[in-house]
Antibody, heavy 122, light 107 residues
Framework: EVQLVESGGGLVQPGRSLRLSCAASGFTFDDYAMHWVRQAPGKGLEWVSGINWNGDNIGYVDSVKGRFTTSRDNAKNSLFLQMNSLRAEDTAFYYC???????????????WGQGILVTVST | DIQMTQSPSSLSASVGDRVTITCQASQDISKYLNWYQQKPGKAPKLLIYDAANLRTGVPSRFSGSGSGTDFTFTISSLQAEDIATYYCQQYDNLPIAFGQGTRLEIK
């Protein structure tokens, strides 16, 4: 059974940093690209970032470029999102999601984690 | 950027009803459209990919159609467990875009 479990969320002050992790199991992790998608409370969905199977190609939505960094450790079946210079508008549930294919540019998400809340506030 | 206009934003229907949701893209996206179901407090779940392909394991009462700019998502016979918010999502061009969602309720 495919499982994606996010961790690392919480309350953080504006301008500070936070690192999210996603532990994957039930599938061959390095066969697939992975993504982060977020959802502000009560709002719609926004794709944040995607990373190829081997980490050599990564994409970001414009609003997080230069502040967020996505990485993966295939040996540990883990996906990461380093979030720096956080803003109030980054407050959201963050989901990790598996791509259909090994390349992040095919943006179809077939499995999702349960999500983790990041709150940016004083 | 491609804009996705999903309608209606909310919908109330009875068990057994046929339910239709539409999604219109601001430009041609070919078949690159997916539909997701999100139940309250849960993660989204992929139902339909590439406009009309039913994901394995998804009940056959769900279907999708369309290409270009106009797409339709249909539940042929609404069940109580279908209560959720449904989102379309284009991936023809970056940035990808989700529709604003359709909240489906039981009448």
């Amino acid at each position: 059974e495919v499982q994606l479990v996010e961790s690392g969320g919480g309350l953080v002050q504006p301008g500070r940093s936070l690192r999210l992790s996603c532990a994957a199991s039930g599938f061959t992790f390095d066969d697939y690209a992975m993504h982060w998608v977020r959802q502000a409370p009560g709002k719609g969905l926004e794709w944040v970032s995607g990373i190829n199977w081997n980490g050599d190609n990564i994409g970001y939505v414009d609003s997080v470029k230069g502040r967020f960094t996505t990485s993966r450790d295939n040996a540990k079946n883990s996906l990461f999102l380093q979030m720096n210079s956080l803003r109030a508008e980054d407050t959201a549930f963050y989901y990790c999601a598996r791509s259909f294919t090994s390349t992040w540019q095919v943006l179809k998400f077939d499995y999702w984690g349960q999500g983790i809340l990041v709150t940016v506030s004083t | 950027d491609i804009q996705m206009t999903q309608s209606p934003s909310s919908l109330s229907a009875s068990v057994g009803d046929r339910v239709t949701i539409t999604c219109q893209a601001s430009q041609d996206i070919s078949k690159y459209l997916n539909w997701y179901q999100q139940k309250p407090g849960k993660a989204p779940k992929l139902l339909i990919y590439d406009a009309a392909n039913l994901r394995t394991g998804v009940p056959s009462r769900f279907s999708g159609s369309g290409s270009g700019t106009d797409f339709t998502f249909t539940i042929s016979s609404l069940q109580a467990e279908d209560i959720a918010t449904y989102y379309c999502q284009q991936y023809d061009n970056l940035p990808i875009a989700f529709g604003q969602g359709t909240r489906l309720e039981i009448k």
